[in-house]
């Protein structure tokens, strides 16, 4: 599945750079970029685009910049969705703004394609490392869940309500099972024998003799 990359950044030329340097991988469709020129536009796409994974955007901007728009992405909830801002070199005041503010990672312009692309895979490697604990961790939940309900089964299979036999005074019976676990593999039953039916005093067990 493709991996989408949204670029914000107000530099007329930064689109055709992007394209240019990842060419092969997006024609190979390992990568689907957008583009925004102000925060405004990003919130915009990454409304109507829920699965952008990565947003690489610059600091300076009209109508909307970097930090502004790395706030409004915070508040957006979205745990996957990873934020790499991009300034000039002497501007580290604002870099590092942005990352005690949740940035993942950051570059300095001039930009390095190549220390781009190496942030791009870090990113993702990240991303990849969230999803799939996140994935363990619902799997473990779930197999929680279901176990709570097996033990509220096992539970209401065996008798708690005491004394078991209330008119009986001369019967006093308790039971309890605690489980090592969740469940556990007994089960106890008590029960009175029905005295109409009747008792077969000549049967006798196969093996014995009369």
Same mark, same amino acid.
């Given at each position: 599945? *493709?991996?989408?990359?949204?670029?914000?950044?107000?530099?007329?030329?930064?689109?055709?750079?992007?394209?240019?340097?990842?060419?092969?991988?997006?024609?190979?469709?390992?990568?689907?970029?957008?583009?925004?020129?102000?925060?405004?536009?990003?919130?915009?796409?990454?409304?109507?685009?829920?699965?952008?994974?990565?947003?690489?955007?610059?600091?300076?901007?009209?109508?909307?910049?970097?930090?502004? !728009?790395?706030?409004?992405?915070?508040?957006?909830?979205?745990?996957?969705? +990873?934020?790499?801002?991009?300034? &000039?070199?002497?501007?580290?005041?604002?870099?590092?703004? *942005?990352?005690?503010?949740?940035?993942?990672?950051?570059?300095? +312009?001039?930009?390095?394609?190549?220390?781009?692309?190496?942030?791009?895979?870090?990113?993702?490697?990240?991303? $990849?490392?969230?999803?799939? *604990?996140?994935?363990?961790?619902?799997?473990?939940?779930?197999?929680?869940?279901?176990?709570? $309900? &097996?033990?509220?089964?096992?539970?209401?299979?065996?008798?708690?309500?005491?004394?078991?036999?209330?008119?009986?005074?001369?019967?006093?019976?308790?039971?309890?099972?605690?489980?090592?676990?969740?469940?556990?593999?007994?089960?106890?039953?008590?029960? !009175?024998?029905?005295?109409?039916?009747?008792?077969? +005093?000549?049967?006798?067990?196969?093996?014995?003799?009369?």
């Amino acid at each position: 599945m *493709a991996i989408k990359i949204l670029c914000v950044d107000d530099e007329p030329d930064w689109e055709f750079l992007i394209k240019q340097k990842f060419r092969k991988r997006i024609r190979s469709n390992e990568f689907v970029f957008f583009f925004a020129l102000n925060g405004k536009e990003a919130l915009q796409l990454l409304d109507l685009h829920d699965d952008i994974g990565i947003v690489i955007s610059d600091i300076n901007m009209p109508v909307m910049d970097g930090l502004t !728009l790395l706030n409004e992405i915070i508040q957006l909830k979205r745990p996957f969705l +990873k934020v790499i801002i991009v300034s &000039a070199y002497g501007d580290m005041e604002n870099i590092r703004t *942005a990352m005690n503010m949740g940035a993942f990672d950051f570059l300095t +312009k001039p930009i390095d394609f190549k220390d781009l692309e190496i942030t791009i895979e870090k990113t993702l490697n990240n991303v $990849t490392y969230l999803k799939k *604990a996140d994935k363990e961790h619902k799997n473990l939940v779930a197999i929680q869940q279901d176990l709570i $309900t &097996a033990k509220k089964i096992q539970q209401s299979f065996i008798p708690n309500n005491f004394p078991a036999f209330p008119e009986r005074k001369d019967i006093d019976i308790y039971g309890l099972m605690n489980a090592a676990k969740n469940v556990g593999g007994d089960l106890y039953d008590f029960f !009175l024998i029905d005295d109409h039916k009747p008792k077969h +005093k000549d049967r006798h067990h196969p093996l014995q003799k009369k």
